[in-house]
């Protein structure tokens, strides 16, 4: 009974972080703030829920298999998902997207302007 | 492009073969000679991409040691990172105050500069956009949410943390 509730305990977190990464791409003003909210959803989200899928599969599935595939899952979305965030951002800035209201610093602007 | 060499196709082989493992988790002999066919085959096809310098560099006690620290400091600070993001997203994401700032890494060489850079993007609030050297010195360029600190060397220690010490041990 103590360990579903940590398992549910676990997933809330999850699923509160989840959420509020939604609220911040939806909501957040511009482009590159919006991918720093999205980032919000897969690390505490992705842990939160993956331990509480790991200590399920392993205390009430009894299934070895189903939790390593979950630790798998998990490792590859954090290992792999700063590579695509990273991608997309310089991308986009690249491409000339700049957000509305001027940013505090802008170094990367500056040295591309010098070259 | 390099040679393909012994030692980095074994590690290879040994990674590709431990997944297998992992992946199909049953002990039939047939399983495990279909595995090990599968993944000699891509060890020797791809090792030369994987493995630029000594195979076994990172098999050394004090490497593990530093790595198993890591993963704890890094935890702690995505949890500190998370936990200021989801305040920002629910108090109406009216709180940003965005910009670029560029910040001087101080690492002994390519892996270690990404390993830390995927660390930073993988921490809400920064992300890395791109790398540049400059005179000798490597910079990295990073979108930052919240500017506290214009100034190269403040603003790095605050968004690197203890990271990158930990980062420095790993693979020094």
């Known amino acids: 009974m103590a360990l579903r509730i940590v398992i549910d305990v676990l997933i809330g977190i999850g699923l509160v972080f989840a959420l509020a ?6 909501k957040m ?8 909210a999205s980032t919000c959803v897969n690390t505490m989200g992705v842990i939160g829920v993956a331990l509480g899928a790991l200590l399920y599969a392993i205390f009430i599935m009894g299934s070895v298999s189903a939790a390593i595939k979950i ?3 998990a490792l590859l979305i954090i290992t792999v ?6 991608a997309i951002a310089k991308g986009a800035y690249r491409a000339g997207i700049r957000p509305d209201k001027p940013m505090e610093t802008d170094d990367l602007g500056r040295d591309l302007g010098n070259e | 492009m390099q040679k ?27 399983e495990l000679a279909a595995g090990a066919v599968v ?3 891509a060890a020797l096809f791809a090792s030369r991409f994987f493995i630029q310098e000594k195979a076994f560099r990172l098999v050394h006690p004090r490497r593990f040691f530093s790595l198993l620290v890591y993963v704890f400091v890094f935890l702690g600070e995505l949890l500190k990172a998370n936990l200021d993001m989801a305040r920002r997203c629910f108090g109406g994401c009216k709180d940003v105050n965005p910009g670029i700032v560029k910040v001087p890494v101080d690492l002994p060489d390519g892996y270690a500069e990404a390993m830390l850079a995927n660390s930073i993007t993988l921490t809400p609030g920064t992300i890395t956009l791109d790398i540049a050297e400059e005179d000798g010195k490597d910079y990295y360029y990073i979108h930052w949410i919240d500017v506290a600190e214009t100034d190269r060397v403040k ?12 980062i420095g041990r790993i693979w020094k």
């Not at chain 1, 990464?21 to 939806?26: A, D, E, R, S, V």
């Not at chain 2, 393909?4 to 047939?30: E, G, H, N």
């Not at chain 2, 603003?155 to 930990?166: H, P």
């Open chain 1, 81 to 86: 998902n700063p590579i695509g965030a990273h």
């Open chain 1, 29 to 36: 003003p511009d482009t590159f703030c919006r991918m720093q």
């Open chain 1, 21 to 26: 990464g939604t609220k911040g791409i939806i």
């Open chain 2, 155 to 166: 603003a790095g220690e605050i968004i690197k943390g203890r990271m990158e010490k930990w």
């Open chain 2, 39 to 41: 993944s000699l085959a």
């Open chain 1, 71 to 73: 630790a798998v899952i």
């Open chain 2, 4 to 30: 393909t060499r012994f030692p980095a196709v074994l590690s290879t082989f040994v990674v590709c073969f431990a997944f297998w493992i992992l992946l199909t988790w049953s002990f039939k002999v047939q």
